[in-house]
């Protein structure tokens, strides 16, 4: 068998000592030329000096450098749909950019600024595994809550995000009427709800008699008109209003249907008459209303009867007082036969023109 002859390598030095050990002879050279004239200690110091320096700088650990952090760093806060709330807590949810995603990498860092004062920290969590991120829980004070979060790192802290703002209102939204007015006469078959409350609140109008309802809404100064069917006789209406935040309010209220015209109602004392008792005394009274129902006073009325076998009976013109009523007496003379006894009562107004009523009595053996 041949055996393989052994083959003698020199150890060499390494590249690095190697380029050290040529430095070391040039200056050792360099020191026999200084040496005569007294440099040679100079020149070993100077040698040793440089030579450690540049031994401690080649074998040290290379130290991170930390970049600060920047705009692109930034979170950001998720809006909300409806910044006004009647809730005392909430769930702050955002977003942070992809490549601070992971475990250790850094802390969200929220801040909260209450109506016109500086900016506080509520809390801070870890940085996650994904870019969303929520904080749970967030308590709000009564007015405005201005949020704003950041990332706090190795490099420092990044600028804050966008502010994101919720309303936190709990109170309950005032409603004034401006018309109707609480049992009012409506000359129509529907009425206009009118009146003030919280800006951009909702407004439901139900009529409880009818079963009728409509819906509006407050415009930026509060201000809402809303229309709603009515019925005849009393109306009983209920006005909810409903703010952004969620909080409610209700007013009651009744309006009477009117017949939108000038109105008159006769009467009589009675409505049977004895043959037997004639002459009899009878009285007539008619009640007169505006076309908004209310008594009229002033309205000329003149009444007069029909009656078998008898000319007819006319009162003179009266006027009615300020209950919206005359009266005028008269007597069904002897002579008349049994049978109906017409009464009629014309009611004429300068503003509203004119009406008649009518009415049956019977003369009875």
């Known amino acids: 068998m041949t055996g393989h002859r052994r083959v003698e390598r020199t150890r060499r030095l390494a590249l690095p000592f190697r380029f050290l050990f040529v430095i070391a002879v040039l200056s050792l050279g360099g020191g026999v030329l200084f040496a005569a004239t007294g440099g040679l200690g100079k020149a070993a110091e100077a040698i040793g000096s440089t030579f450690s320096g540049f031994v ?13 952090l920047s705009e692109s760093t930034t979170p950001l806060l998720d809006e909300p749909a409806e910044p006004y709330t009647n809730q005392p807590t909430i769930d702050l949810v955002g977003s942070i950019p992809d490549e601070l995603v992971g475990a250790g990498k850094g802390r969200i860092r929220v801040y909260v600024a209450l109506g016109d004062q500086d900016p506080g920290v ?12 929520i904080v749970p829980g967030v308590t709000l004070i009564e007015g405005t809550n201005a949020f704003t979060a950041t990332i706090v790192g190795p490099g420092g802290e990044s600028d804050p995000s966008p ?30 709800v009118v009146g003030q409350t919280q800006p951009r609140s909702q407004l439901r109008v139900r009529n409880a008699t009818t079963g009728a309802s409509s819906i509006g809404q407050a415009d930026a100064s509060g201000h809402f008109s809303v229309i709603l069917a009515i019925g005849d006789g009393t109306n009983d209406i209920g006005i909810t209003a409903v703010d952004p935040a969620g909080n409610e309010n209700h007013l009651v209220l009744a309006v009477r249907y009117g017949s939108g015209a000038l109105g008159a109602s006769l009467s009589g004392s009675a409505s049977q008459v004895k043959l037997s008792s004639l002459p009899a ?30 000319s007819a009976i006319t009162s003179p013109t009266l006027e009615t007082g300020g209950d919206g009523t005359a009266t005028w007496s008269t007597l069904i003379p002897r002579g008349a036969k049994t049978g109906q006894v017409s009464a009629t009562v014309i009611v004429q107004t300068s503003q509203y023109g004119q009406t008649t009523d009518r009415m049956v009595m019977t003369i009875v053996k």
């Open 56 to 68: 401690a700088d080649l074998t040290a650990t290379p130290l991170p450098s930390t970049q600060p």
């Open 122 to 133: 509520v809390t801070q969590i870890p940085v996650g595994r994904t870019s969303r991120f």
């Open 163 to 192: 502010v994101v703002t919720y309303v936190f209102d709990a109170t309950k939204p005032r409603i004034t009427l401006a018309s109707p007015k609480d049992g009012a006469v409506v000359n129509a078959k529907s009425v206009q």
């Open 281 to 310: 005394l009878t009285q007539l009274t008619v009640v007169v209303s505006d076309p908004d129902g209310r008594p009229l006073e002033g309205a000329r009325v003149t009444f007069s009867l029909t009656v078998p076998n008898v």
